[in-house]
């Protein structure tokens, strides 16, 4: 078993002030895996102190500089790819196809976060004046566990990208994967402060470095909840915000596709992750003329979803991270049934044989309308709600009636109608005929799914702060 008792400040691993200790539960088998001390207040204000100290230098380096940083930690972190997805796989119960995924994304963030930079004017000039984009201060960084990793590459590369030193609160159920990404950083021999990293609670840690004033900028990934909390309490220090929050998306899939082929993709698209994925296209919308053809589809589809230990190579659906989200997707089950769903597969209680683990029996609610509370409420696992339309106007109308605007999905043979669909919905992002992903292309939400864009470009902006100056 791991001890974990460390944090990252100011280039070198301290012992921590905070002494309560949790344990990192493997949710595949409910072994400890780790025990990890975890900070309070007083770190986070140390590791606060550290990267103020060392704004003062990394603020004022150029482009080649910040690009040889991010350089050397895509280098380090990319050498540790296997342990990171190992971690990811252990501690999460992330399968491996998927695992694998976030933490290349995540490596490969420090590589975009360099190409984008060298494409970004920092001085934007015209006439008599100057606009230079400046490193808006000390960043603080706090994630969510459906991916750690790759949230906390993701910020920490374009703070870095932008000049902005930070101090991460990483998920305190992700402190595996955290502890290889800290060797990571070691190993890269980054200047002293730039990069601080604090294991802690969201209440103790978390809320230090909203209230701080001397961090100037929090990015977030996590709930709605936890995000309006941050946009209330940051309020008193005027705190910029990034928030990258829930979702419900909607998968609308048009009178004109393939069903033997859109379904599978479908089904694919909302257990991603194992449902814990806050893209994931958790509301299907589709034609009511077609239900009877479409539910047979499901059903058969659903074989290919298969549910188990994720050492397993069959397995495509690993186990819900912990006991406390294996209860809340049972207790939407509940509710989806109260509400009279009709229950096409899956239902309450684990799988047969899979009693020891966190496992979900993967869910398929029809006769869902969208006022529910199983479709309108974000559940995170392997629930999804198929919804009838008659006209691809109610279809749009649906997909829009939601607090939520992360993502959305279009399915449809002819292109030019799939466009139309795609650029009336409300959302960050639309993927039309697929899934798919662009490193450079925004992320982020409309709505109650957040405040902000992260990737390329705009992930660097959101760390900028202009500065004109006039003659
Ligand atoms: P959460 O909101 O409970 O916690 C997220 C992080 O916030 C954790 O590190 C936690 O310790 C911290 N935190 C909690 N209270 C805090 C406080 N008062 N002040 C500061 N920090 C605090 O979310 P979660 O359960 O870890 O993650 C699941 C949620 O994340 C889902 O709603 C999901 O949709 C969302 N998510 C969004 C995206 C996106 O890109 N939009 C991606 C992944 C997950």
């Known amino acids: 078993m791991m001890t974990i008792t460390k944090h990252y400040i100011d280039g070198a691993f301290v012992e921590s002030h905070g002494r309560t200790v949790t344990e990192s539960i493997n949710p595949t088998n409910q072994h400890v895996l780790a025990s990890v001390m ?22 004022r380096t150029s482009k080649k500089e910040r690009s040889e940083v991010l350089r050397r930690i895509h280098e380090v972190a990319s050498a540790r790819l296997g342990d990171l997805t190992d971690a990811m796989i252990t501690e999460y ?59 906390v590459c993701l910020k920490t590369a374009s703070a870095l990208a932008a000049g902005c030193t930070v101090v991460v609160k990483p998920s305190e159920l992700s402190c595996l994967q955290t502890q290889v990404l ?82 599978p993709m479908a089904l694919g698209i909302a257990f991603m992750n194992s449902g814990q994925a806050c893209a994931a296209g958790t509301r299907l919308l589709v034609p009511k003329s077609r239900l009877g053809e479409i539910k047979r589809t499901i059903v058969d589809a659903m074989g290919a979803f298969v549910v188990g230990d994720p050492a397993d190579p069959k397995t495509v659906i690993g186990p819900m991270v912990s006991k406390k989200q294996y209860e809340r997707v049972q207790s939407y089950i509940r509710k989806g049934m109260d509400e009279g769903a009709e229950l096409l597969v899956g239902g309450e209680g684990h799988p047969r044989g899979l009693e020891h683990g966190n496992f979900i029996k993967p869910t398929v609610f029809t006769g869902v309308s969208n006022d529910m509370t199983i479709a309108q409420e974000e559940i995170f696992g392997p629930v999804l709600c198929v919804i009838g339309y008659d006209t691809v106007d109610e279809a749009v109308d649906i997909a ?9 999905f279009v399915s449809g043979a002819d292109i030019q109608r799939a466009r139309r669909v795609a650029s009336q919905i409300r959302v960050g992002r639309v993927v039309v005929n697929g899934m798919r992903d662009d ?25 900028l702060e202009p500065r004109a100056i006039l003659e």
């Not at 995540?106 to 984009?133: H, I, N, P, S, Y």
């Not at 002293?192 to 294991?199: L, M, S």
């Not at 900028?217 to 990258?244: N, P, Q, Y």
């Not at 829009?400 to 993502?407: A, E, I, K, T």
Request: proline share 4%; net charge neutral; with cysteine.
């Open 38 to 59: 975890l900070g309070d207040e007083e770190d986070a204000r140390r590791a606060i102190a550290a990267a103020t100290r060392a704004f003062q230098r990394y603020s």
């Open 439 to 463: 490193p450079q292309a925004p992320w982020g939400g409309f709505k109650h799914s957040g405040v902000g864009r992260e990737y390329g470009a705009f992930g660097i902006e959101a760390f």
């Open 182 to 263: 800290l060797e990571c950083l070691h190993d890269a021999g980054l200047p002293r402060g730039i990069v601080n990293v604090v294991n802690g609670l969201g209440d103790t840690v978390g809320a230090e470095l909203v209230r701080n004033p001397n961090v100037a900028k929090i990015s977030f990934t996590g709930s709605a909840a936890v995000g309006e909390k941050i946009m209330r309490d940051g309020a008193a220090t005027m705190k910029r915000v990034t928030l990258e929050l829930g979702g419900k998306s909607p998968n609308i899939l048009l009178d004109d596709v393939d069903f033997s082929k859109a379904i």
């Open 400 to 408: 829009n009636d939601s607090r939520y605007g992360l993502h959305a």
């Open 93 to 151: 119960g992330g399968v491996p196809q998927f695992a694998t995924l976030i933490v290349r994304t995540g490596v490969e963030a420090f590589r975009q976060a360099e190409k984008a930079l060298q494409g970004l004017a920092l001085e934007r000039k015209w006439d008599k004046t100057t606009v230079f984009l400046e490193p808006v201060g000390v960043a603080g960084l706090i994630t969510a566990w459906n991916a750690n990793a790759l949230f």
